[in-house]
Nanobody, 122 residues
Framework: QVQLVESGGGSVQAGGSLSLSCAASGLPFNNYNMAWFRQAPGKEREFVAAIIQSTRTTYYGGSMEGRFTISNGNAKNSVNLLMNSLKAEDTAVYYC???????????????WGQGTQVTVSS
């Protein structure tokens, strides 16, 4: 049984930083593309960042480039998302996801975590 468990969400003032973590189990982690998406109220789920495990290649959604960093965590089978220079519009529920191939499309991800809330106050 595949499980993705996010942690690290919370509230922060604009300009601040937060770090999210996702612990994966039940899947061959090194063969999967791990990603973060986010969804704000009334909006579609949006691609944030992803890392291809086989090559450690990373890629980002447009507004996140330069502010967010995705990386493998120190814990086995984990992935982190470091978010700097946070803005009010970054407020959303952030989801960890896993797919067998690289994609920016939410519907191509087979596995999802339960999400963690990030709130940025201006």
């Amino acid at each position: 049984q595949v499980q993705l468990v996010e942690s690290g969400g919370g509230s922060v003032q604009a300009g601040g930083s937060l770090s999210l973590s996702c612990a994966a189990s039940g899947l061959p982690f090194n063969n999967y593309n791990m990603a973060w998406f986010r969804q704000a109220p009334g909006k579609e789920r949006e691609f944030v960042a992803a890392i291809i495990q086989s090559t450690r290649t990373t890629y980002y959604g447009g507004s996140m480039e330069g502010r967010f960093t995705i990386s493998n965590g120190n814990a086995k089978n984990s992935v982190n998302l470091l978010m700097n220079s946070l803005k009010a519009e970054d407020t959303a529920v952030y989801y960890c996801a896993a797919a067998a191939w690289a994609s920016r499309k939410a519907n191509e991800y087979a596995y999802w975590g339960q999400g963690t809330q990030v709130t940025v106050s201006s």
